[in-house]
């Protein structure tokens, strides 16, 4: 069993009076398709903002491939090898979608010393961009940013992909691709995290998800663990049909 | 034709303001205080070949540098305001130059003049032009050289990838140190190459005009140094160069207009804010362009 | 020891004007979250117009003041026009840039229309400096203070107790939620315009009362005092500015008494720089924007 890849240590933020993550701990194995859910407000941006260090967590400890990088700057988490995409699209919108991708793409880590441009050319073919190459971002329909987002976040050859609901806004048809993309960047080794509210999505992709409640985590498990586990539903459908779960265990 | 050359050296060492500005623009700050850059590269420039006898090329480069080196050290308070107040505290920047060149005396006798900063006076008789013979044209020529090597620089930054992250930088910082970009790093060298540009600007100006005081580089110089790239746009390095060329040449070209110089600029920011906020040459302009000359080259013959 | 005293209380009354320049600056950036730059020029056109019912009809201070008030809205409503209403959405820099062109075209063109020439002001409350206690007070210090108190009190009563205050701080605190609530955001943003223009009004009849003409560069005068208020007090906070600019008042008078006129402006400036660098919330204000 390898270590995990992403590990966080009884996690707190706070913000003045507000909790916003309390005494979180996760482990994140490495190679998976992991899942933080949880009604709106339970935590789960700040738990991304502290992982790729736009927050410092307030106590405990994050640690990436064995290393401790919890309150580090952001383009250093970066650099480490943590991808992120955002909830709310943040492209460089004066930007042609070569240059989004071309901006973000470093020297190759496996030596092979090819072209940057030809890296990002490799990136958009991947995400289909390919043929929007000199386009401005704003010519993009919404699909087509997502995708661009995808491509940017994967130009700093990451190791660790954190996807903020990802299915936002999606269609049926959409989302099936989407899983089936992100099941294709499991296998190049990438380990991804994604933050969803698409329950069939969720459940039907993550090998393991947590659940975060006003800041604390309720649950840890397989689909069908959380899929009938009293306290996540009771956070998502009301006390009464939390204890009627509770009973029928 | 005096005039014209006249009205040619100041385009050439405007425009070299204006490109201040911009570098330090495109990485998300925009400065008030780039004349205050150019002050401390004319007086320290002055000096050089005024009080201390050395070359003028050594002068330009001292210059630059004293401002590059300011530059640098104001970069780094100035990470932590942005917008407005940033505006002001490079503003007031700017005026804590000017208001210290008021008070400083440093003055030398040479032959029959005292030379030197001397206070409210400022700073008279930086003779290099001519002492060294010379011309109005000659120096127009220098003026020329220089502003074509520094644009040069720019066009190479615009397409390079230092550039790009400059610019995601000013549209997005989250998003930018998301991708790897080290904003502080962005930020403060914006500042230095902004500081340094001024400094040079500054170098080239007390040269030509022989005299520098501290009315020069207040508040209309500020005005005027941020309109140019306003106006010209912040889409390439061709913004702030079209806009000092179209706002020099009008307000000097028809006198009568002169007067109202500072009333013309502030209209044309508001009117530029409101119908056209990334100037006359935005990114997409530049964009579409630079596809012009992609297209060319695709078809070129192998 | 007794004139330092004498400096103080001075500065005190005198920094009432700083803090109302920096009220009408918090309160049209607490509701519109943008700064009006062009504030300083509205302060300044009133000064200049409130003359003339003086030089034209010998007419009373307060028909001055009135004047002044009209002159101030309109060209208030003019800026908001020109300045904030179609700017377009995602460019930061653009209201910011729009109201300081503003101010350069209205200061602009009130030099030009006087020929850069200062016009001397009455003194409506006398020449005499009044005599409180062991102290010299000046009589249009102490106007201005009394005046700015009850302009305060005016104010807090309308953000307070009527409606469109009710809906001006609730655009403040969330403009969006504010809107669904049935709020007409743009009656309230050029309400708040003729709010602050008016306040503009009575400030620039005192502004050039206390320093006995209306002079060209009154424009970039208030705007910089506005400025070091606002920051001092914080953006957006009316406390604040009222704190921030009676203290400005007492520090300028006793940087003057004890170091000269020619250090009051650069004091002012350093503070501002200090503040901008250490404490950029300033004293009592919210993290600016």
Not at chain 3, 118 to 133: A, D
């Amino acid at each position: 069993m390898s270590a995990p890849i992403l590990r966080v240590d009884r996690v707190s933020r706070h913000f003045g009076g507000l909790r916003a993550l309390s005494d979180v701990s996760l482990e994140i194995p490495r190679g998976s398709i992991y899942a933080l859910i949880g009604p709106n407000g339970s935590g789960k941006t700040t738990m991304f903002n502290v992982v790729t260090g736009g927050l410092a967590p307030t106590t405990g400890s994050v640690t990436f491939h064995g290393r401790e990088i919890g309150g580090a700057r952001t383009h250093e988490i970066v650099r480490l090898g943590i991808g992120r995409t955002f909830q709310n699209i943040r492209l460089f919108t004066r930007m042609s979608v070569f240059h989004n991708v071309w901006v973000a793409v470093r020297a190759a880590r496996d030596g092979s010393g090819r072209s940057q441009g030809a890296r990002v050319m490799e990136l958009l073919e991947l995400t289909d961009l390919a043929a929007r190459r000199d386009d401005l971002v704003e010519s993009l329909n919404f699909g087509e940013q997502r995708r661009l987002e995808m491509a940017r976040a994967l130009a700093g050859e990451p190791t660790l992909l954190l996807l903020d609901e990802p299915a936002a806004g999606m269609g049926g048809g959409e989302k099936e691709r989407l899983a089936r993309d992100i099941r294709a960047l499991q296998a190049r080794d990438l380990t991804v995290f994604l933050i969803e509210h698409s329950m069939d999505l969720v459940m039907g992709l993550a090998e393991r998800i947590a659940v975060l409640h006003f800041g604390e985590k309720i649950a840890e498990g397989s689909p069908t663990e959380i899929q009938t586990h009293p306290r996540v539903i009771e956070a998502y459908l009301g006390r009464a049909r939390g204890e009627r779960a509770a009973a029928g265990a | 034709m005096d005039y014209v050359i006249a009205v040619a050296s100041i385009i050439g060492i405007h425009a070299l303001l204006g490109l201040s500005v911009y570098v330090v623009a495109i990485c998300g700050q925009m400065s008030f205080g780039q004349q205050g850059f150019f002050a401390l590269g004319a007086y320290t420039a002055g000096m050089c070949t005024a009080l201390w006898g050395l070359g003028f090329v050594p002068a330009l480069l001292l210059g630059t540098l004293v401002a590059a080196l300011f530059g640098f050290v104001v970069g780094f308070p100035a990470l932590r305001v942005r917008g407005l107040y940033l505006a002001i505290a490079t503003f007031g920047f700017g005026e804590i130059v000017r208001l210290a060149f008021l008070n400083v005396r440093y003055t030398r006798q040479i032959g029959d003049r005292v030379v030197g900063p001397n206070g409210a006076e400022g700073f008279r008789h930086v003779r290099w032009v001519f002492d060294g013979g010379v011309t109005g044209l000659q120096y127009l020529g220098i003026i020329l050289l220089v502003l074509a090597v520094v644009a040069g620089f720019f066009a190479w930054l615009d397409r390079s990838k230092l550039g790009a992250k400059f610019r995601a930088v000013e549209e997005d910082e989250t998003a930018a140190a998301m991708v790897g970009i080290n904003v502080t790093q962005v930020k403060v060298l914006g500042f230095t190459l902004g500081g340094a540009v001024a400094g040079l600007s500054g170098s080239l100006f007390i040269h030509y005009s022989t005299y520098i005081d501290h009315d020069m580089v207040a508040l209309p110089l500020a005005i005027a140094s941020v309109t140019y790239p306003i106006l010209g746009g912040l889409g390439s390095f061709a913004g702030p160069l079209l806009g000092t060329v179209l706002l020099v040449s009008i307000t000097e070209g028809l006198r009568a207009l002169a007067e109202l110089r500072e009333f013309i600029y502030g209209a044309l920011i508001i009117v530029m804010m409101i119908f056209r906020p990334r100037g006359l040459i935005d990114e997409a302009l530049a964009q579409r362009v630079a596809g012009w000359f992609r297209l060319r080259r695709r078809t070129e013959p192998a | 020891m007794l004139d330092a005293m004498e400096q103080l209380i001075n500065g005190l009354l005198y920094g009432a004007l700083y803090a109302l320049i920096g009220g009408g600056f918090s309160i049209l950036f607490g509701v519109m979250r943008r700064f009006n730059m062009a504030y300083g020029s509205t302060i300044m056109a009133a000064a200049y117009v409130s003359l003339i019912p003086f030089t034209r009809f010998q007419a009373p201070a307060v028909v001055m003041v009135l004047a002044g008030v009209a002159m101030a809205v309109l060209v208030g409503l003019l800026v908001e026009f020109c300045c904030f209403r179609f700017i377009q959405k995602g460019h930061e820099l653009a209201p910011l840039m729009t109201t300081i062109g503003a101010l350069i075209v209205i200061t602009e063109a009130i030099i030009h229309a006087t020929d850069a020439v200062g016009l001397r002001y009455p003194s409506p409350f006398g020449e005499e400096s009044l005599e409180v206690g062991r102290f010299l007070i000046r009589p249009d210090y102490l106007a201005v203070a009394v005046v700015g108190l009850v302009c305060f009190l005016v104010i807090f009563w309308i953000i307070h107790r009527t409606r469109l205050g009710l809906a001006m701080r609730a655009v403040a605190e969330r403009p969006e939620a504010a809107q669904i609530l049935g709020v007409n955001l743009r009656t309230v943003n050029t309400l708040t315009f003729v709010l602050t223009s008016a306040l503009a009004g009575v400030i620039g009849f005192f502004a050039a009362v206390t320093v006995g003409s209306a002079r060209p560069d009154l424009g970039v005068f208030a705007t910089g005092k506005g400025l070091v208020v606002m920051v001092l007090g914080g953006l957006g906070s009316l406390p604040g500015a009222i704190a921030g600019g009676l203290l400005l008042g007492i520090v300028e008078f006793q940087a003057t008494w004890f170091l000269g006129a020619t250090f009051r402006d650069i004091v002012a400036f350093l503070i501002l720089f200090a503040i901008l660098v250490f404490r950029p919330s300033g004293l009592l204000g919210s993290r600016p924007h």
